[in-house]
């Protein structure tokens, strides 16, 4: 069974930056998408960002441009650099990971893996 470890939240004041983490334990093959998803307090789960085996990304609209995902295959871990934060960013961030090609639409359903999760705490 595939295990996620995400590290790095915290609080911080809008504009700031954050660097989350989340490595993978029991599992070291390829040919797989990990994702970065947020919830809100009251609010569905949402799709941040998603990379692929061949390291290809895709972002949600909201953000594009501040946020980057990225992935270190020899250290199994995957990161997210949240720059230019908002207040509306604050959400528990939790890793994802599915086997296969990523979904195109940064669904959440078809993901089989979850950490369990870091606060992100963005203040104005």
């Known amino acids: 069974q595939v295990q996620l470890v995400e590290s790095g939240g915290g609080s911080v004041q809008a504009g700031g930056s954050l660097r989350l983490s989340c490595t993978v334990y029991?599992?070291?093959?390829?040919?797989?998408?990990m994702a970065w998803f947020r919830q809100a307090p009251g609010k569905e789960r949402e799709g941040v960002a998603t990379i692929d085996y061949n390291s290809r990304t895709n972002y949600a609209d909201s953000v594009k441009d501040r946020f980057t995902i990225s992935k270190d295959n020899a250290k199994n871990t995957l990161s997210l650099q949240m720059n230019s934060l908002k207040p509306e960013d604050t959400a528990m961030y939790y890793c994802?990971?599915?086997?296969?090609?990523?979904?195109?639409?940064?669904?959440?359903?078809?993901?089989?893996?979850w950490g369990q999760g870091t606060e992100v705490t963005v203040s104005s």
């Open positions: 029991t599992y070291s093959g390829l040919g797989y998408c």
């Open positions: 994802a990971l599915k086997f296969g090609a990523c979904p195109p639409s940064l669904s959440r359903s078809v993901f089989t893996s």
